[in-house]
């Protein structure tokens, strides 16, 4: 324990966080190895980078840099309603979906009350939870999934917050529609869902649910989305949120002015129309996703069934040795033992030739071990 006064005077919710800890960056391998052949497939980024009409879009707007981006976000908003049918009231953009965790957990949850979320969950509904100082219930999963029957037991009358993640991550497990809805449609009024859809364009179409249909009967549904995975933008930090209008009021009150940049806001809206681009990336999707689970095959490997663009592969040993020997080959993936998978590593899905540098390293350290 910190005895620093200044230590003292923070929340005690603060006090006890353990930062989010990020996949590592190329750079920082460079400096630490001096590796220059990296590749990463560790956050779970487009590895075809983003839409050329972001791309412009972004050099036509740089001339304008001095000023303030448009804090509503007007034209982005215009362009999120037209393509998926929802008054622009209901719409809520943030730095990134996680700015928008966050300012549920600002808006809604105090100290008082409680947060319902899964095992092996995305490491954020913890974070922003004790953050706020609320308790967190967190339930057993069922095959690294959602549990939504134990989810209904475990709420409360001091729940004010359900996170859903739909796909999961770091798992890829993923909710049926009509067994979602009926989740939503039996949770108190009082009770807040937050279905989580930051992979939602990777799901196969005959499995998606179109959930944003489900937020005119469901005035407690929150549906966060972002243009970090599929839309290639995760270095712009722009995500959004779909609600009732009077959810969007509330969070936009506590929302920061100008928590958009410009530059962000003109690739996303770019991006949100590049249907070819996004079609391309879900095409190499499936092909990588195939091309993984080909080599943990051949390699007699399990692994969790992914709607993602990432695989969680169970290595039956340590999965921090085997992220630390694929690091000394230049191989960066993700160790996900903070999730209470200490055995798994989590794989984003790249290039083909990334894809299959990361097999070859995988199977010659396998075959020391």
């Not at 600002?106 to 004790?130: C, G, L, N």
Request: aromatic share 8%.
């Amino acid at each position: 324990m910190n005895c620093d006064p200044i230590y003292e005077l923070a929340l005690p919710g603060v006090q006890q966080l353990i930062p989010y800890k990020a996949g590592k960056p190329i750079e920082e391998l460079e400096r630490e190895l001096g590796l220059t052949n990296i590749i990463k497939l560790a956050s779970n980024e487009n590895p075809l980078g983003p839409s050329p009409l972001a791309i412009a879009a972004i050099q036509g707007t740089l001339k304008d840099l001095a000023l303030y981006p448009d804090g509503n976000g007007f034209n982005l908003k215009q362009a999120l309603s037209s393509k998926f049918n929802i008054d622009v009231r209901q719409i809520t953009l943030g730095n990134g979906s996680n700015e928008l965790l966050e300012l549920i957990a600002r808006t809604f949850v105090s100290p008082e009350h409680e947060v319902v979320f899964s095992r092996h969950a995305f490491a954020v509904y913890p974070i922003v939870t004790q953050a706020v100082g609320a308790k967190a219930v967190i339930v057993p999963a069922r095959q690294y999934g959602y549990d939504l029957d134990a989810i209904r037991l475990a709420i409360s009358d001091k729940t004010r917050v359900v996170f859903i993640a739909n796909p999961n991550n770091p798992t890829g497990t993923l909710l049926a529609g009509n067994e979602l809805e009926s989740f939503i449609s039996d949770l108190p009024k009082t009770v807040i869902c937050v279905l989580d859809e930051a992979y939602f364009e990777f799901i196969a179409p005959e499995h998606q649910a179109n959930s944003l249909e489900w937020l005119d009967r469901y005035p407690n549904l929150i549906i966060t989305r972002t243009f970090s995975k599929a839309y290639g933008l995760a270095g712009l930090r722009i995500g959004f949120g779909c609600s009732s209008a009077l959810i969007a009021d509330l969070l936009n009150r506590v929302r920061q002015p100008f928590n958009n940049n410009m530059l962000a806001l003109a690739a996303a809206e770019a991006a949100l129309n590049d249907h070819a681009h996004l079609q391309k990336t879900v095409l190499n999707n499936q092909q990588g996703m195939g091309q993984l689970l080909d080599g943990f095959r051949k390699l007699k490997l399990d692994w969790i069934p992914s709607a993602g663009n990432f695989v969680s592969v169970d290595l039956r040993q340590s999965g921090e040795a085997i992220y630390q020997a694929l690091l000394l080959k230049g191989v960066i993936v993700r160790p996900v033992a903070n999730y209470e998978m200490p055995h798994h590593l989590r794989i984003s899905i790249g290039t083909q030739a990334e894809n299959q540098i990361f097999l070859d390293a995988l199977e010659a350290i396998l075959a020391h071990v």
